[in-house]
């Protein structure tokens, strides 16, 4: 077994995530990261490791033209290739505002189609690639935009999306849209693109993904290459940080919720076993 495949299904365990019998969907834009994702499930398929029912989404934003069209075309032949089975989506019209925050309007297309797709084929969850860049990449962009303890933990590996989150009016049920990303706390980009190549896969590349008008694009082209001069890790280091600020801020609106005080184990003397029971943020709010 390949050593991405590895560390992929040992994240899937850790997620405590089910092996068998369910319908997932799996965001596929074309790009490397979410390409790396459907080729490991396939071949997690093919070893009898998971046994679900997975099926390709894409959402064509139309903002890209004949080359977003293109994307779309090569992910359902993908798709094909891999036997899953393919839905498309496109916004609906005037729902993508080019005068307002296009990055946040295409965002909440995407995300409701996706939605929508989750309760027409009754899926367990979505599959969606982000990786360590990502996250490090949106702790740094909420940073820079002014944010607090929850916008600086970045994206959790589990969330569920209610109606509520996404502005608009889809019907769910009482279980809300759960979205996973399995390579969030492990893998690099430089790891799916070269699992992508090691699986002959031609994934394709976005255009916008060298525009610096885009913030995001700014920060992966030219703050972060400024910042690995002062810490070659920086990409790791700013995920582990948010991961940290994820911990800390799940752990406070837990104790809200529950009316706690602050010290999840209350005695003079301690036992390792009293530690073992605390969560991450537990332990490392408690020890510090």
């Not at 990261?33 to 029912?53: F, G, I, M, P, Y």
């Not at 394709?204 to 525009?211: A, I």
């Not at 991961?243 to 003397?269: H, M």
């Not at 029971?277 to 408690?286: I, K, P, Q, V, Y």
Request: aromatic residues 8%; proline residues 2%.
């Amino acid at each position: 077994m390949d050593d991405f495949t590895r560390k992929f299904i040992t994240e899937w365990r850790k997620l405590d995530l089910p092996f068998k019998g369910e319908t997932f969907l799996v965001a596929v834009s074309g790009g490397a990261d979410s390409c790396a994702l459907a080729e490991v499930l396939k071949e997690l398929q093919n070893k009898k490791k998971l046994t679900h029912r997975f099926v390709v989404v894409h959402f064509d934003h139309l903002l890209r033209g004949d080359e977003s069209a293109q994307d779309a075309a090569w992910v359902a032949e993908f798709a094909e290739k891999l036997g899953f089975e393919f839905v498309a989506g496109a916004p609906k019209k005037g729902e993508i505002n080019a005068k307002a925050n296009v990055e946040q309007t295409a965002r909440t297309a995407r995300y409701r189609f996706l939605c929508e797709t989750f309760v027409r084929m009754d899926a367990w969850a979505i599959l969606l690639g982000h990786t360590i860049n990502d996250q490090a990449e949106t702790l740094l962009l909420n940073l820079i935009r002014g944010s607090g303890l929850k916008g600086l933990s970045g994206m959790p590996a589990i969330r569920s999306l209610s109606q509520s989150n996404l502005g608009t009016q889809v019907e769910m049920d009482s279980h809300s849209c759960r979205l996973i990303r399995p390579m969030l706390n492990w893998a690099k980009r430089e790891d799916t693109e070269n699992f992508a190549k090691k699986q002959n896969v031609a994934f394709r590349q976005d255009s916008m993904n060298d525009n610096r008008d885009i913030k995001r694009v700014q920060i992966r082209k030219e703050l972060i290459p400024t910042l690995s001069k002062y810490n070659p890790d920086i990409v790791g280091t700013l995920a582990r940080t948010a991961q940290i600020l994820g911990d800390e801020s799940l752990l406070l609106e837990q104790y809200e919720a529950n009316g706690q005080a602050n010290d999840p184990v209350q005695k003079e003397k301690l036992s390792l076993s009293d530690l073992r029971t605390l969560s991450d943020g537990e332990l490392n709010r408690f020890l510090r």
